[in-house]
């Protein structure tokens, strides 16, 4: 018998948004659950966080963590991120029980890592990026939250070179996928399951994994 945990995790300002409520990660626990999972299942029990990402000392997580060691059985959540954003503390998490993530339904722990190293690095590049973003603009006398029309051959400029910059974020990641004969719909589909979002945060296409290509190639 398969056993489960099921742990979700919540903040106040996301209960309402798409993809990161209680409804929509459980949607996606009995997606897991239905098509993935060993047969037969049993759920030992469940808990919920209502807190940040960015708070380590969560309650319902410890008590998961601890049922599932006793039991023999996985904590299962939605996402990685709903374990956490952090990698060091994924990898303490993973220590002390073992993980299963619904929408990575076969992610082994080496390659649960490696998905929360990316999306940490994607976190602290955008960062940094929004910081000499703002800088930038800042030097060159742009007021900021405002438009002036004098301002457009900087802001195309400045558009042109995000664009570039985020090419080359994701271009280790793409190139050897590419290489490796990944079509671009497989590639999409990694940098997805990897947690990795585009520019704009939302999910990559095909479409979109050609143009970071094209950038590359040009760069």
């Known amino acids: 018998m398969k056993r489960y945990v099921i742990y979700t995790r919540v903040s106040t300002a996301e209960q309402g948004k798409s993809g990161l409520g209680l409804d929509a990660q459980r949607r996606d626990i009995d997606i897991f659950l239905n098509s993935f999972s060993d047969v037969p299942w049993e759920i030992v029990g469940e808990f919920i966080d209502v807190m ?13 963590l601890a049922l599932a060691k006793r039991m023999g059985a996985e904590v299962l959540v939605s996402k990685l991120d709903r374990l956490s954003r952090d990698v060091e503390f994924i990898a303490g998490a993973m220590k ?8 990575m339904p076969n ?34 006398g742009v007021k900021l939250g405002g438009y002036r029309a004098g301002s457009l051959d900087g802001r195309i400029a ?20 590419r290489d490796a004969g990944k079509t671009l719909r497989d590639i999409a589909a ?3 399951d990897a947690g990795v979002k585009t ?4 999910a990559w ?15």
């Open 205 to 219: 296409t095909a479409m979109q994994v050609k143009r970071t290509l094209d950038r590359g190639a040009a760069g």
């Open 158 to 177: 400045s558009l042109k070179a995000t664009a570039d910059a985020d090419a080359r974020r994701v271009m280790d990641v793409v190139k050897p996928l």
């Open 199 to 202: 520019p704009r945060g939302g």
């Open 52 to 64: 940040s990402g960015k708070v380590d000392g969560r309650p319902e997580l410890a008590k998961a």
């Open 190 to 192: 990694a940098l997805h």
């Open 107 to 140: 992610a082994d722990p080496f390659q649960l890592h490696i998905y929360a190293a990316l999306a940490e690095q994607e976190r602290t590049f955008i960062s940094e990026r929004t910081k000499a973003a703002l800088a930038s603009a800042k030097a060159r």
């Open 96 to 103: 002390r029980a073992a993980i299963r993530v619904a929408t």
